[in-house]
């Protein structure tokens, strides 16, 4: 008799991630590229910020789950984009948003197909971060599910938010 091979722990996370890349770009793609970095009223993040700042933890998971050689980290994004800046109105010679929704989907889609080839047993090793997020999320999975999940749909709800600011209403 058989028995039906386990699936991996991957196969729970892609789906999730998958979706919430599909719900990117619903949200995004009807606004006109003119748009896209404006600040309709101050301390809310626009949707070019939301998009680049999560296009930067496709890198993180990469690493974390031991394929930093797929990570290609881009400097300007991260300078524009990384946890703590502060979303300003777009300017002339921040990335266009072509750039920023194609950095985001090949970066996720890069993550959605190799998380399926990463071990098990990679998920449950010790969280190398430091502070508040490994105290947070402790093992390797923890993050990797946070950041492929809760985190974009965060920054998604972010983005529906601004749509409405603005008077686009919801996603189709």
Known sequence: MTT???PRLASLIVPSLRMSIGYADRLVKD????????????????????IGHLSL???RVLELVGRADLASPDQRFVELFKAGT???EGKPGDPSKAEIVKRFNERW??????????????FFEANPMDGRMKELLPTVGAVVIFMCGSH??????????????????AAA
């Open 4 to 6: 039906a091979t386990q």
């Open 31 to 50: 606004i006109a590229a003119e748009k896209f970095a404006h600040l309709p009223v101050p301390n809310v993040n626009h949707p070019a910020w939301c």
């Open 57 to 59: 933890y496709a890198e």
């Open 86 to 88: 502060t979303c300003v």
């Open 109 to 122: 889609e890069r993550v959605a197909t190799v998380l399926p080839e990463i071990g098990d047993d990679r």
């Open 152 to 169: 974009h749909m965060m920054h998604m709800g972010q983005i529906s938010t601004w749509r409405r600011l603005i008077g686009m209403g």
